[in-house]
């Protein structure tokens, strides 16, 4: 793969990120919960790590990524996604945020399978699994919060 491809993949990947970093600060600016707004915003700190990961990668940063499985207690995949807004419940914000770890996943999935540079193979497991982290501390406040009260 080409110095170029390369540059294209994590530019594509820092873009997805600063995504994530925006949609964090809109739901935390939503968010009527002290302890959810907290966590709505270490999560984009932590995207923030990734952006920061992206823009200062190296061969040699990508060979000593830790990769640790992560459990998906995959409660949000079953519960309906509602669009955002000021009114949005704790439930739908949490909701809402887990799917969008959610997608985030699949769409590194999505890019690890079609890279044949293992460097590149090897980030995007590391940032997969990084998502994964995000979606399941966002499910453990669901079963916690909301699937203890009902």
């Known amino acids: 793969m ?3 491809a390369f ?5 594509f990947a820092i873009r997805n990120e600063e995504k994530a970093i925006h949609s964090y600060g809109i739901l935390a600016e939503i968010s009527r919960t002290p302890g959810l707004k907290k966590l709505l ?4 700190e932590e995207e923030k ?4 990961l992206l823009q200062e990668i190296t061969k040699e940063k990508i ?20 669009p955002p807004d000021s009114d949005m419940s704790f439930q739908d914000l949490l909701i809402l ?3 969008k770890e959610q997608k985030a996943v ?3 999935s999505d890019m690890e399978r079609k890279v044949e540079n293992k460097e590149l193979k090897r980030l995007f497991e590391s940032l997969i699994q990084q998502e994964k982290s995000h979606k399941l501390k966002l499910e453990e406040e669901y079963e916690k919060h ?3 009260e009902d």
């Open 63 to 82: 060979e000593s990524l830790e990769i640790k499985e992560v459990t998906d207690l995959k409660i949000s995949d079953y519960l309906i996604e509602e």
């Open 41 to 44: 915003l270490e999560l984009q």
């Open 2 to 4: 080409g110095l170029d």
């Open 146 to 148: 909301v699937l203890e």
């Open 106 to 108: 699949e769409l590194y």
């Open 7 to 11: 540059n294209e993949i994590i530019e």
């Open 49 to 52: 790590n990734h952006k920061k």
């Open 97 to 99: 945020a887990a799917k």
